[in-house]
């Protein structure tokens, strides 16, 4: 089984640049998150969907969009990137509701210069 | 507003001492959850363990156990006899009833390193 899978997996862009980070999962799972890891900070919540067409705003939103348009795939937008948004990122997804774990897919690594 | 709070940023430890990462937790619902997730240096996150809050009893599989205790906010992890492949980051998560969103709230980790 693939679980997620996030794509790509290492990425560089320069400041202002747009990109879409693409996460795909195949458990059939209604909640779908995206998160940002920094050192020693976590991981911090940026949008989360608990279904196809409703998203809803995390912890750090600003820079970023999603949508959810199929229960299987959740992107993440970089509208304007900028050097504060040089992290790793992680999709995951949950069969549902708060009593579930979350399955993480390998991550991103976005560098912006 | 929920919280959870890892004090200790890095643990080092000798092969086979015992080690306890801590956690407490902060939270207005009188339903939530807890997890432990493991992050090994390869960097994928993997889910240890989930106690409910209307569930104390502790838990023991075989090197890790987990002592959660309602009356102190805490959910505490123990590693028996560590080794060498325990070296990871380990990240304690909350997630409550109330929102059903299937997202958590995770502390910032504590970095544990078993020498040899």
């Known amino acids: 089984n693939a679980g997620v899978t996030q794509t790509p997996k290492f990425q560089v862009l320069k400041t202002g640049q747009s990109m879409t980070l693409q996460c795909a999962q195949d458990?059939?799972?209604?909640?779908m998150s995206w998160y940002r890891q920094d050192p020693g900070m976590g991981l911090r919540l940026i949008h989360y969907?608990?279904?196809?067409?409703?998203?809803d705003q995390g912890e750090v939103p600003n820079g970023y969009n999603v949508s959810r348009s199929t229960t299987e795939d959740f992107p993440l937008r970089l509208l304007s990137a900028a050097p504060s948004q040089t992290s790793v990122y992680f999709c995951?997804?949950?069969?549902?509701?708060?009593?579930?774990?979350?399955?993480f897919g390998d991550g991103t690594r976005l560098s912006i210069l | 507003a929920q919280k959870v709070t890892q004090a200790q940023t890095e643990i080092s430890v000798v092969e086979k001492e015992d080690v306890t990462l801590d956690c407490v937790y902060e939270?207005?619902?009188?339903?939530?959850?807890l997890f432990w997730y493991k992050q090994p240096p390869s960097g994928e996150l993997v889910f240890l363990i989930r106690?409910?809050?209307?569930?104390?009893q502790n838990e023991i599989s075989g090197r890790y156990s987990w002592n959660f205790q309602k009356s102190t906010s805490s959910f505490n992890f123990t590693i028996t006899a560590s080794q060498v492949v325990d070296s990871a980051v380990y990240f304690c998560?909350?997630?409550?009833?109330?929102?059903?969103?299937?997202?958590?709230?995770f502390g910032d980790g504590t970095t544990l390193t078993v020498k040899p």
């Open positions: 995951a997804s949950s069969a549902g509701q708060s009593n579930q774990p979350q399955h």
């Open positions: 458990m059939n799972h209604e909640y």
């Open positions: 969907s608990v279904g196809a067409g409703i998203t």
């Open positions: 939270t207005r619902d009188t339903t939530y959850y």
């Open positions: 106690r409910n809050s209307f569930d104390e």
């Open positions: 998560a909350l997630s409550e009833k109330s929102t059903n969103a299937g997202k958590s709230t």
